[in-house]
């Protein structure tokens, strides 16, 4: 028994992400031929070279036909996957896999989904029947749990949370401004985020990520093989995912100030990865901010602040894209938009373009760090699934 | 398996959160995650509380109310509430 991980055994030679945001205009077809046509030019190959695909998508269509009819696929494998809000990452992971068992050269993973077109805000999920009696809080209900268990264990203020909360978002807004992909392609003042109106607890809108349309794509290649097809091949150094007990909700021992999902996947990762300091070690990280205080808590979980400390590392400027460690620099989930399907390689999009030095200059991290993580979530706070990579510019020695 | 009758303890407020999305009878939903005496959690809806005046720690008891009216059927279950004295 064990986690072995398959660092430096495959790398990513070329990604595609489309604009996230309200594509009244585009089909899921074409979402998924935009994003692909770009990974595919990104790696110089052409669609028939590509051995098999895994496409990952919550709810925007089933089965591989989704994407094997609008790729006109010449009779090739197709995987659809879902986990959650962490399907994007699914899809990835396992076309990672297949390339590292020796089964397939030349892999795409896609992400895509189509949000806007429901009319409803938020998720549209159909959970079996029951009995009626369960009580149906929304996500950003859920994840405001978070905020007053956090400020009674570490004795923070309801106006020092309030404070913490909108400087994240204000954070993930101002990286957001700088990225031409973004649904929210725009600074918010502290002032309007802390004054918008209520969704949930001390959530206001401006809590909450965008709901968007949008697709994003990776070609997976053998690591021996990579530079075939690119001299900046960003290489897989660590996938951990983890489905929790999903007993939260009904264990008293669980007190809402952390995922341990969270906490396990990324162990996982860092031992695959063989990190030891992640604040130290890592040039940027992209981290599942669905709500703000998912990503407050975050920071404790995958270890770049101590227990109790986040709020005021968060207040400090740490995870700035100018600070010591900088979190969502492409905006996360918060600006750049929430297309579940597609976030999970959209994170990876931001770690192909900041590990290559191909991020517009003013966003571009300029320390010499070669390591980037992603994190992506789906569920609820005591219920929940959790992936984990490490991806980085350079193999290992 | 021994059934464990919760309906006539009193349970502690752990966290809480005041829904304004959820659809409901009685809008908006004051949930909250309840840890009962004795062991045992829950997560529900508070009623007859004020909404504002929630915090970590609240006593609250139990209470069969109606919950959702689907298709002219109306569905009973448990909802929690300050704890009354005396």
């Known amino acids: 028994m064990g986690s072995h991980g398959i660092r430096d055994r495959v790398a990513i030679v070329g990604m595609g992400c489309t604009p996230f945001g309200e594509h009244w205009d585009k089909s899921v077809d074409d979402l998924v031929i935009d994003s692909t046509t770009e990974a595919l030019a990104s790696a110089g190959v052409a669609v028939d070279d590509v051995d098999a695909f895994w496409l990952g998508t919550m709810g925007s269509g089933v089965s591989g036909l989704t994407l094997s009819r609008p790729l006109h696929l010449d009779y090739k494998p197709v995987s659809r996957l879902e986990n959650m809000c962490a399907t994007g990452s699914e899809a990835f992971r396992n076309a990672c896999y297949a390339v590292a068992s020796g089964a397939y050269d030349t892999v795409m993973a896609v992400g895509v989904e189509k949000l806007k077109d429901s009319g409803f805000s938020g998720l549209t999920m159909s959970p079996p029947p029951g009995d009626g009696t369960a009580v149906e809080l929304t996500a950003p209900a859920m994840f405001s749990l978070l905020a007053p268990a956090y400020r009674e264990k570490y004795g923070v203020d309801e106006q020092e949370m309030k404070d913490v909360l909108t400087r994240i978002a204000w954070k993930n807004h101002k990286n957001g401004a700088l990225n031409p992909r973004a649904q929210f392609k725009r600074e918010v003042s502290k002032e309007v985020i802390c004054n918008s109106p209520l969704i949930a607890g001390q959530l206001g809108i401006f809590d909450c990520s965008g709901v968007s349309d949008g697709s994003a794509a990776a070609m997976i290649v053998r690591a021996e093989d990579a530079h075939e097809y690119t001299d900046k091949p960003i290489y897989v150094k660590a996938l951990s995912f983890v489905a929790g007990p999903a007993n939260g909700p009904i264990d008293p021992e669980y007190d809402y100030t952390s995922f341990e999902e969270v906490v396990r996947s990324s162990q996982d990762a860092y031992a695959q990865a063989g990190i030891e300091d992640p604040r130290a070690e890592l040039a940027l990280a992209e981290v599942h901010d669905c709500f703000t205080p998912t990503e407050l808590v975050l920071m404790e979980d995958l270890g770049f602040a101590e227990r109790g400390t986040a709020w005021k590392e968060v207040l400090a400027g740490t995870f700035d894209l100018d600070g010591e460690l900088a979190v969502n620099p492409d905006g996360g989930l918060k600006s750049f938009g929430h297309p579940i399907g597609a976030s999970g390689l959209r994170m990876l999009f931001e770690c192909w373009l900041q590990l290559r030095h191909e991020a517009p200059a003013e966003r571009q991290i300029t320390n010499d760090k070669k390591l980037g993580l992603t994190h992506n979530l789906g569920g609820a706070p005591g219920e929940c699934v959790s992936f984990v990579s490490v991806v980085g510019a350079e193999p290992s020695d | ?86």
Do not use: H
Request: hydrophobic letters at 40%; glycine letters at 8%.
């Open chain 2, 1 to 86: 398996m021994e059934d464990e009758p919760l309906a006539d303890l009193e349970a502690t407020v752990a966290t809480f959160t005041l829904d304004r999305l959820a659809p409901s009878l009685n809008p908006p939903v004051v949930a909250a995650v309840l840890d009962f005496e004795g062991g045992g959690r829950y997560q529900g809806e508070l009623t007859d509380v004020d909404a504002d005046s929630v915090a970590i720690g609240d006593r609250v008891e139990m209470t069969f109310r109606l919950i959702s009216t689907v298709n002219g059927v109306r569905n009973y279950f448990w909802k929690a509430r300050p704890k009354r004295e005396g």
